[in-house]
Every structure is written in C-alpha cells, then in structure tokens.
C-alpha cells in the first residue's frame, strides 16, 4: 500500500498533488466571487425596487401601433417643452415647477364682436380680474426668473359668438386691437388661442377659422419681434369634422395642444379612464393612438403638444367595476391632491387601487355612506406611459391641464423630469 507523504514546503509537492490544491483555491475563489456578484445584484435589485416608481420596461416601446410611423424609430429631439395651462381659479393653490418651460394664463373670454371681456354682471370677469392680481404677478415673475415663457390663452366657446366671431373681420380686427393692449401691459410672449364649438364644423366654418389663424398670425408677426402663436383642438381634430382643417392651420402657428383627454366626462353613463392610450377601438369610442396616427400624417410631429390630465373624474356607481355604470348627475372633477387624500383615509373608506391594463391607467373604488364610487386619475405610471409616447412619436412636448390640480405632490413632475427636461 503506497505511503502519501505531506510536503510542509508545497513548491516540493510533486506537479500533480500541486495541482490538485491549486484547483481546490481556485474553486474557493471562484464561489466567494460568485457570492459577491449575487450580493451586488441582490442590492441593486432592492435599490431599483424601493426608490423606482414606474416599470423599468415600457410596454409602449414593443408595441405593433406604431407601424404607421414611416420609420421604425424616429431620431429623438430635445428641448421639449412642457406647457401648463393655469387657470384663474387654481392660482391660490398652483406651483411653478422647475421643468416648466410656458406657463399660459387661462384665460381671457371674447364676445361675438371681438371684445375681450372685462366686467360680468356689473362685476370684473373672473378672468380679467385675476389677471390684474399681485399673484399672477408673482406666478409669472417666477416663470421668467426659471427662463420659462409666459403666454395668454384667448377663450371663446360659445357657439353664436364663435361663428359671429369667425364670420367677421370687423370682429377679429377688434380682437386684434384688443391684444395689442394686453401684450404692451404685461409680459407675454406667446398667444394660446381656444375656441371650442359643440357638434361638428362646416367647410365654410373651417375656412372662416383658418383665415382667422392665419391673419392673427401675420398680425403679431408684423408687430412683434418674437410672438409665438398656438391653438388648443379636441382629440378627434384631425379626422375633419370639426372646425380646424389642421394641414391649412398648421403652417400659421408654432404648436397645435391635443387636448387628449375628457374621453370619459362628468356626465358619463360609465366608468372609464380619461386619458386611454389604447383601447378605444374595442372599448370605447376612441383613444389618444387612434387619433395621433391620424394628426401625424398632416401635422410634423415636433409641432405637436400632447394634452395630459392632472385631474380624473369620479362617479357614483353600481358596482367597483372598471366600466360600472354611473348614476346621473354624480360625476365631478377629481384632482390628484384629492385621489392623495383618499388614499390617506383608505381603511376608513374600503380604497381598493385598481389598473385598466388596456387603457394604461389607474383607477380606484372606495365606499362612502353605503354608496359605492369610482375614480378614473393619473399616476406617475400612466404619465411616464404618456412620456415615452411624446418621446416614441417625437412631438414637441407636452401640455398640462391643469397646474394646480396636483397640489403639493412632485410625483408627477418627478416623472417629466426623468422623462422629458
């Protein structure tokens, strides 16, 4: 029986006892590296778990949609802009955000005969009156400290005053006069114009609009060194049934704002989300990619602001349903500082937090005095959702309705800020 003699000095262990230990240390190493690559993943995964709020795979970067792009991929571009519209009446509670780059006033009112609307009743106009305010003021002043712009959105939705309006050019010409006025008083630098009609347009209503757009806009041009002009349309602008014929307009202004949003209202019979990327076709009437493949084809891109909600809309309903009908005359606007402050009564009011997989967007149940309700809102999910949209199709950016609406919370910001600035 051979005899194994251990070497104290192992440079004298023969080549393959030698081997052998140095085949052992090398295992050895190997698992302790093994265990720190594991422990380093490990850590990182719980890192990007705690402080990530949103999937790090966006199911809008694989989807077949987008076929009707004539590129795969279009090359991104930067300086994006992130327009806010800040209505009169959210001015005590509204934020001016680092990633604001146009803050628009909203708004002052036109008549029929192009007057812009100063008393109501005997009283200043809402509009009108806080325009005049120490905290528009303050408001603006901030945006231009932050090198933003200031704008003013011009309103008009009556349907007599519209069409009065459009069909006379002793009318715009007063309008035009008017804005004169207002731009040498205060400090903007760009017009927002918004005029929304109920029903369908005309093709002569259409032309009556364009000759609008495209006269206002040779007038600040002619007078102004760097006034920019933009134009609010509904969703379904582009499909021509209504006002704006958008190839005609689009060359007489620097931004069109989709205003893709109100796909469900206060005066639903069902539940649904607000802002649907997706779905329309199959669930409801439309949705937000339905109508941007149409508006791609006649508007460039970069010229495009898709319209976001900071609100939802909640509703007394007959179940928790993702689409339960509604009872009449309960629906209301609900804001993202309300949808926060149900979440903090959430054992009290049964809150049950629910996503709409085909909408991409969240919603909520909760129970209140035996009634049963529902919110449609949006969370920083559904918006980096919206983000890679802007960022897949390449628009010009995106515009919020409304500041104010997300009260103190950064959660929505945080995601433009990662996404868009």
Not at 13 to 20: A, E, V
Not at 116 to 140: H, M, V
Not at 182 to 198: C, K, R, T
């Amino acid at each position: 029986m051979p005899i194994k003699i251990l070497y104290k000095d192992q440079k004298r262990l023969p080549k393959s006892d030698s081997t052998w230990l140095w085949w052992q240390r090398g295992k050895f190493f190997l698992k302790i590296f093994a265990v720190i690559i594991l422990g380093l993943v490990v850590s990182t995964s719980l890192i990007l778990w705690f402080f990530w709020d949103e999937p790090l795979a966006s199911p809008i970067n694989s989807l077949t949609t987008f076929r009707f792009l004539q590129e795969s991929r279009l090359p991104r571009t930067g300086n994006k802009v992130v327009y806010g519209f800040l209505p009169y009446w959210n001015m005590d509670v509204a934020n001016i955000q680092k990633e604001l780059s146009h803050l628009s006033y909203f708004s002052l009112t036109i008549d029929g005969a192009g007057k812009l609307i100063t008393k109501e009743n005997d009283y200043a106009e809402p509009g009108y009156n806080k325009l005049r305010s120490d905290q528009f003021l303050e408001l603006s002043n901030q945006a231009i400290k932050q090198k933003g712009s200031v704008e003013l959105t011009i309103t008009q939705f009556n349907g007599d005053d519209i069409y009065n309006f459009l069909s006379s050019e002793a009318a715009q010409k007063q309008l035009f006069d008017d804005l004169d006025g207002v731009i040498l008083a205060y400090p903007f630098s760009g017009i927002n114009i918004d005029i929304e009609p109920a029903g369908s347009g005309s093709a002569q209503l259409q032309d009556k609009m364009t000759n609008f757009v495209k006269n206002l806009n040779h007038h600040l041009d002619s007078k102004y060194d760097d006034i920019k002009l933009s134009i609010d349309v509904y969703a379904g602008a582009a499909n021509g049934t209504s006002i704006w014929n958008m190839s005609a307009i689009e060359p007489h202004v620097d931004y069109i704002i989709v205003m893709a949003y109100d796909f469900h209202r206060r005066s639903s019979i069902t539940a649904g989300p607000v802002a649907p990327l997706f779905g329309g076709k199959d669930l409801w009437d439309s949705d937000i990619n339905q109508h941007l493949q149409t508006f791609v084809e006649q508007v460039p891109p970069q010229k495009i602001l898709l319209g976001i909600p900071f609100y939802g809309y909640e509703w007394q309903t007959t179940s928790r349903d993702a689409q339960s009908n509604t009872y009449p005359d309960t629906g209301r606007t609900a804001s993202i500082d309300r949808v926060s402050k149900l979440m903090a009564n959430k054992e009290e009011l049964f809150v049950e937090e629910h996503w709409n997989e085909d909408a991409l967007s969240p919603y909520l149940s909760y129970e209140e005095d035996g009634e049963t309700y529902v919110i449609y809102y949006e969370n920083s999910r559904s918006i980096s959702y919206k983000l890679d949209y802007v960022n897949q199709l390449d628009l010009g950016g995106i515009a919020i309705w409304a500041l104010g609406y997300e009260g103190e919370s950064r959660e929505l910001w945080d995601v433009i800020e990662r996404k868009i600035r």
